[in-house]
């Protein structure tokens, strides 16, 4: 892979210069240099945070728990279909 040489340095900072302008370039530059600051220390504060644990000291695992037995099957019968006795009790349609 080719390393950029001095001339692709100079076309890139041009073209930069003149998508934000002079004004924006230095905030920019900055602005990152503060994120990546920021990160940084944040990256060293959590490496910091985690507990060392010798492995003397460790816990066991716990012992895998058994699985419920399943129910029974239920010896009850299915539910019945419904009726065709209309209101007044007869057997028939319920259509009125």
Do not use: C, H, Y
Not at 22 to 30: C, H, I, S, T, Y
Not at 54 to 82: D, R
């Amino acid at each position: 892979m080719p390393s950029l040489g001095g001339w692709e340095i100079v076309i890139i900072l041009g073209v930069l210069v003149l998508l934000f302008g002079a004004k924006r370039l230095p905030d920019m530059a900055r602005s990152i240099g503060q994120s990546a600051r920021v990160f940084k220390g944040e990256m060293k504060g959590m490496k910091n945070d985690e507990p060392e644990t010798p492995a003397a000291q460790a816990t066991p695992p716990a012992p895998p728990v058994a699985p419920a037995p399943l129910p029974a099957a239920s010896t009850t019968e299915p539910p019945a279909a419904p009726s065709t006795q209309n209101a007044s009790g007869q057997p028939g349609s319920n259509a009125q």
